[in-house]
């Protein structure tokens, strides 16, 4: 499906699918914050390219660098040591790291966090081949209160080239959390 799609129509997917995340988040006092790694930027992208989106959308966290991922956002130095950063683990605290640095006491917790790691390419990093991505999330309950949260990653295995594999992750992220937001509640 994606992969006869074009940059633009990626693009305007994205938009689309950033903007229904946005009205559902803004209608229910909800946020959204981003820590990225292969999409440098994408994705927050995403989010402000729609006008009024700093009611929801607090900001981004590119941490490109493996160090960076750890003292920016606290994902564990040693699974970032044994692992490298494209890991499931590393994908989910990116996404709760995140969440928790953006939140404010005004917030209450109800920060979304996203997170992207991956080999955009053009070649492997190490044993990692080029468009394997995760994506995290970490979602706070949607019941008002101190409900638990979610923290989760999903794999991808992406093609292309470099950009179109950062361009897809972009939309993939948007896909999920437009999966458990406004179309969940539906």
């Not at 006092?29 to 981003?34: D, K, L, P, Q, T």
Request: charged share 20%; proline share 4%; with cysteine.
């Amino acid at each position: 499906m994606s992969g006869s799609l074009s940059a633009g129509e990626i693009r305007r997917r994205c938009d689309a699918l950033a903007q229904a995340v946005l009205g559902w988040c803004g209608s229910r006092g909800m946020r959204i914050a981003a820590a990225e790694s292969l999409t440098g930027g994408l994705l927050a992208d995403a989010f402000v390219r729609i006008p009024g989106a700093s009611r929801v959308f607090l900001g981004s966290a590119v941490t490109y660098d493996i160090a960076a991922k750890a003292s920016v956002l606290g994902v564990d130095a040693d699974l970032l040591r044994r692992e490298g950063a494209v890991h499931p683990d590393v994908a989910r605290q990116m996404a709760l790291g995140t969440a928790r640095l953006y939140d404010q006491p005004a917030y209450g917790g109800r920060v979304i966090g996203l997170s992207t790691t991956g080999v955009a390419g053009p070649g492997p990093d190490g044993d990692k081949p080029a468009g394997l991505v995760y994506v995290g999330f970490s979602v706070p309950s949607f019941d008002a209160g101190d409900g638990p949260r979610t923290t989760t990653s999903v794999r991808l295995m992406l093609s292309g080239d470099r950009e179109r594999i950062r361009l897809l992750t972009v939309l993939r992220v948007l896909e999920n959390v437009s999966g458990f937001t406004v179309d969940s509640q539906e």
